[in-house]
């Protein structure tokens, strides 16, 4: 008998000329099997292995802070860790929540923030069919669900909106908010991180860039540059998303240094706020992230999702959607980073 051609007594023979032969194979195997998952494990790398609380960061590396307090406290914790005090006219970019919706970041977990530093709840318009379409409608919602008891409100294209120029964007030249941006010199975009129907996920840069915009403005980002008045018609998955971190740099860029992130990371529904009757959530709460770098934000934010035993529901919505290329595409602008280090409160 024979095997791969050796004598069976010539054992020693055998095993010298096999063993190279199997290490290869080996390596081969890991080589294909790195491969095939590369893209899926580098979101699926947890956050807080990105680096070492209390240490400085490296060049290149944002801070993220993190607690799992999901309260006013936890709240104030992550924004007094940034060390960066919002003042003069503070807006504090929330998102109202469609009518009938449960999700939304209630106005109680952000009353001591708004209240600190003397803010003003800002929203914008939507497109027609959804009940926040005018600034009549936004403003009675936004009453509906407690915002008007705990702070002033604005929907920021009541009367008229701007133009916000956009650089470095492959398909925006310029970004519509409500003209009552200007109004404001700081701002604190305060986001509910979720799924979300287009984007895959939804977090501070959709915040920032479909959030700000005004009822055109979100059909111009829908588009790539299309259209003002499409609605939320997307011809090009690949190009709304990387339209999404062009209108959000926008916003970086005229705030400057003026601006800070925070993102709650509870009702983790597949679905946006936006959504009248959303999925449920079939993942627990995880807490609350705060940065001065929204990319490296909703990028551990990503990862806390990926790292979670029960988030297949969720990895699944952001999968289906290229969600992933929204962040890779704002890096690449310069709006952010996608390297960052987790500091646990």
């Known amino acids: 008998m024979t095997i791969n051609n050796f004598p069976c007594e010539n054992t020693a023979m055998r095993s010298k000329n096999l063993m190279p032969c199997l290490f290869c194979l080996a390596l081969l195997a890991t080589a294909l099997l790195c491969g095939c998952f590369a893209q899926r494990a580098e979101a699926q790398m947890p956050a807080e292995q990105n680096g070492a609380a209390g240490l400085p960061a490296a060049a290149g590396e944002s801070v993220v802070y993190f ?3 999901i309260s006013p406290a936890g709240l104030m914790a992550v924004y007094e860790a940034l060390g960066l005090e919002a003042n003069g006219n503070v807006a504090v970019k ?3 929540g469609e009518p009938g919706n449960p999700h939304f970041v209630r106005p109680a977990l952000m009353q001591n923030l708004v209240q600190r530093v003397n803010g003003t709840f800002v929203e914008a318009n939507t497109v027609p069919g959804s009940r926040r379409a005018t600034a009549a409608m936004h403003y009675q919602v936004a009453q509906d669900h407690g915002f008007t008891a705990v702070a002033p409100v604005v929907i920021l294209d009541e ?3 701007i133009s916000l120029p956009v650089t470095g964007g492959r398909h925006l030249e310029e970004n519509f908010v409500g003209a009552r941006f200007n109004e404001f ?3 604190i975009v305060l986001s509910h991180f979720k799924g979300h129907p287009s984007g895959g996920f939804g977090g501070a840069i959709k915040n920032m860039s ?3 915009a005004s009822a055109a403005g979100k059909s111009l980002i829908h588009s790539a540059g299309r259209s003002r008045g499409t609605g939320w018609q ?3 998955q690949n190009a709304f998303l990387e339209s999404m971190a062009e209108a959000a740099k926008s916003v970086r860029d005229v705030a400057g240094g003026r601006i800070l992130y925070i993102n709650v990371m ?3 529904s597949v679905d946006c706020d936006c959504l009248s009757r959303p999925a449920p959530p079939t993942m627990a709460d995880i807490g609350i992230l705060a940065s001065l770098d929204p990319v490296a934000l909703d990028k551990a934010c990503v990862d806390l999702v990926y790292a979670a035993s029960d988030s297949q529901d969720l990895i699944r919505r ?3 959607r290229n969600g992933l290329l929204t962040l890779e595409h704002a890096e690449r602008i310069g709006l952010g980073s996608r390297t960052y280090r987790l500091v646990r409160l």
Request: hydrophobic letters at 30%.
């Open 185 to 187: 010199d700081f701002h």
């Open 210 to 212: 479909i959030g700000y």
């Open 318 to 320: 952001i999968e289906s």
């Open 159 to 161: 009367r008229a909106e």
């Open 234 to 236: 997307s011809p090009n």
């Open 94 to 96: 929330i998102h109202t």
């Open 67 to 69: 607690t799992a307090d």
């Open 266 to 268: 509870n009702h983790l």
